[in-house]
């Protein structure tokens, strides 16, 4: 079992910058795909980055170059940075985990392990 807790969400301007946070515990990240997606009210859960320990990171085009994941593995952590923050980067983040054997990293149903959320919520 892998336990995961979110944190770092907030109320930021737009055009501001955010650092989500992903905790782990349970079973080391090493050999788990770590992603980050985002449920915005009235819409599906969609995918946003997703990182490997043993290599490989993947981004849905709407946040490539806005967003970063990455994480420490002695801390079995995982981040998103967030820059340039728009209104319609409201949402709440959830990190997720999975088995890092075969599949695709951008599917929703994958992934077996989720946080709880983190509300983010970007102004005008």
């Known amino acids: 079992q892998v336990q995961l807790v979110e944190s770092g969400g907030g109320l930021v301007q737009a055009g501001g910058s955010l650092r989500l946070s992903c905790a782990a515990s349970g079973r080391t990240f090493s050999s788990y795909v770590v992603a980050w997606f985002r449920q915005a009210p009235g819409k599906e859960r969609e995918f946003l980055a997703a990182i490997a320990w043993s290599g490989g990171r993947y981004y849905a085009d709407s946040v490539k170059g806005r967003f970063t994941i990455s994480g420490d593995t002695a801390k079995n952590m995982a981040y998103l940075q967030m820059n340039s923050l728009k209104p319609e980067d409201t949402a709440v983040y959830y990190c997720?985990?999975?088995?890092?054997?075969?599949?695709?990293?951008?599917?929703?149903?994958?992934?077996?392990?989720w946080g709880q959320g983190t509300q983010v919520t970007v102004s005008s």
């Open positions: 997720a985990a999975r088995r890092n054997n075969g599949g695709n990293w951008y599917e929703r149903d994958e992934y077996d392990y």
